[in-house]
Nanobody, 124 residues
Framework: EVQLVESGGGLVQPGGSLRLSCAAS????????MCWVRQAPGKGPEWVSS????????YYADSVKGRFTITRDNAKNTLYLQMNSLKPEDTAVYYC?????????????????WGHGTQVTVSS
């Protein structure tokens, strides 16, 4: 059974930083492309970033490019999202996600397996 457990969210002031983690289990993590998706209150899901299985290639939404960094540690079965220069519009629940046929890239849609999410609130 695929399990994805996010952590690291919280309340941060504008301009601050947070590092999200996603602990994966139930599948061979190192063989799967992964992504982060967020959903703000009253809005639909928004793809944020994705990374190839080997970690060598990453992709970012224009809204976070230059501020967020996605990485992974395949030895620890963990996905990360370093978020810097946070803005109020980054406020959302952040999910890590993957799928059997999911390929990291721009505009590749949403995969089928999601975690329960972690809340990020950017406010003064």
């Amino acid at each position: 059974e695929v399990q994805l457990v996010e952590s690291g969210g919280g309340l941060v002031q504008p301009g601050g930083s947070l590092r999200l983690s996603c602990a994966a289990s139930g599948f061979t993590f190192g063989r799967y492309d992964m992504c982060w998706v967020r959903q703000a209150p009253g809005k639909g899901p928004e793809w944020v970033s994705s990374i190839h299985s080997g970690g060598g290639t990453t992709y970012y939404a224009d809204s976070v490019k230059g501020r967020f960094t996605i990485t992974r540690d395949n030895a620890k079965n963990t996905l990360y999202l370093q978020m810097n220069s946070l803005k109020p519009e980054d406020t959302a629940v952040y999910y890590c996600a993957t799928g059997d046929d999911y390929l990291a890239g721009l505009n590749t849609g949403f995969p089928e397996f999601w975690g329960h999410g972690t809340q990020v609130t950017v406010s003064s």
